[in-house]
T-cell receptor
Framework: DAKTTQPTSMDCAEGRAANLPCNHSTISGNEYVYWYRQIHSQGPQYIIH???NNETNEMASLIITEDRKSSTLILPHATLRDTAVYYCIVRVASFNDYKLSFGAGTTVTVRA | SQTIHQWPATLVQPVGSPLSLECTVE??????LYWYRQAAGRGLQLLFYSVGIGQISSEVPQNLSASRPQDRQFILSSKKLLLSDSGFYLC?????????FGEGSWLTVV
């Protein structure tokens, strides 16, 4: 069973920031928050992950609340190519936690 | 940098025919390797994982099998396909921190 809850869908205007929320109230102390996205007919693409500090890379920023029960993925300047299903998952960052549990994710549609 | 490739990207196979999907990883050594299946509109199902050459663990009993003849090669096979084997198959590798997926292979059994 998925350990996270996400909104089913959201729209975003091209060029604007997209803020994708995720709730993970039962997260364990050694579990990281990972974000992937999947464009139709392609494999899931890794975006970013974090434990408790905010993280930023060339694709996105990840903001994790202090209690770690929720997080937000930020796409700073959404483009049409960012239209995809975004998955938030929690897992231990080790070889032993490989049974990924992807929920339904959030279908993000970026509109011109 | 590390890359993962799987092929073929799409295939249509008759019921009862054999299957071979191949996956290779470049730029790393001794990765964990995985085969997942994704049914339409649903999540990922782990089929097999491997921690080393010749070491295969099966998560779901079925008519599929997996082999790892080389460190960075992972093969998904079947001797006789069933209609229920249709789906989107994903190979993935793990660097101990993050799992990365291949492009996927669409299999349609007719």
């Amino acid at each position: 069973d998925a350990k996270t809850t996400q909104p089913t869908s959201m729209d975003c205007a091209e060029g604007r920031a997209a803020n994708l929320p995720c709730n993970h109230s039962t997260i364990s102390g050694n579990e990281y928050v990972y974000w992937y996205r999947q464009i139709h007919s392609q494999g899931p693409q890794y975006i970013i992950h974090g434990l408790k500090n905010n993280e930023t890379n060339e694709m996105a920023s990840l903001i994790i609340t202090e209690d770690r029960k929720s997080s937000t993925l930020i796409l700073p300047h959404a483009t049409l190519r960012d239209t995809a299903v975004y998955y938030c998952i929690v897992r231990v960052a080790s070889f032993n936690d490989y049974k990924l549990s992807f929920g339904a994710g959030t279908t993000v549609t970026v509109r011109a | 940098s590390q890359t993962i490739h799987q092929w073929p990207a799409t295939l249509v196979q008759p019921v009862g025919s054999p299957l071979s999907l191949e996956c290779t990883v470049e730029g790393t050594s001794n990765p964990n390797l995985y085969w997942y299946r994704q049914a339409a509109g649903r999540g990922l199902q782990l089929l097999f994982y491997s921690v080393g050459i010749g070491q295969i663990s099966s998560e779901v009993p079925q008519n599929l099998s997996a082999s790892r003849p080389q460190d960075r090669q992972f093969i998904l096979s079947s001797k006789k396909l069933l209609l229920s084997d249709s789906g989107f198959y994903l190979c993935a590798w793990d660097n101990g921190n993050t799992i990365y997926f291949g492009e996927g292979s669409w299999l349609t059994v007719v």
